[in-house]
């Protein structure tokens, strides 16, 4: 039997200043759908602005009024809205609660056992896989700053 989580009752960690969030329903490696709750109080926001080449986002407002960046821009969201966030450059977004109350938001996610996560205003990639590496016995977590040129 599948175990339930609710997402107004989850307690929630502290992650960063102002930042609080809980995975849901921890799954096995080889599991593809993956989510969790995330509130930003007024002023925080989420990581930096990025885009995944391989997983797809789904984004639900549970409450506040977040303000969402994209490629196209900032808007600012109500509570029940969804945002699909495709891969490649077209899902870049990024999370940030300009207003005066609590933004809580479930983040849905498609992961497969290999990802490459681009932070535009940062330029640096960084590359993720679920599997082992062979050589370290240890997934592979690798960031690459591109203003520092091309790895050897």
Do not use: C
Request: net charge negative; charged share 25%.
């Amino acid at each position: 039997m599948a175990r339930a989580v609710n997402v107004f009752a989850s307690e929630l960690s502290a992650i960063a200043d102002g930042v609080r969030g809980e995975r849901l329903l921890e799954r096995a490696p080889e599991t593809k759908l993956r989510s969790a709750v995330w509130e930003l109080d007024p002023g925080a926001a989420s990581g930096e602005y990025h885009l995944h080449h391989a997983t797809e986002e789904l984004l639900v407002v549970l409450r506040g009024t977040p303000t969402l960046r994209t490629p196209a821009g900032e808007r600012r969201l109500a509570e029940g809205d969804v945002v699909h966030f495709a891969t490649g450059p077209e899902g870049a977004h990024r999370i940030l609660n300009r207003s005066d109350g609590v933004a809580r938001y479930l983040m849905v996610a498609s992961h497969i056992p290999l990802d490459v996560i681009e932070y535009p205003d940062k330029h640096e990639v960084l590359v993720w896989t679920a599997a082992e590496s062979p050589q370290s016995g240890e997934p592979l977590f690798i960031v690459h700053d591109l203003a520092a040129g091309s790895a050897d």
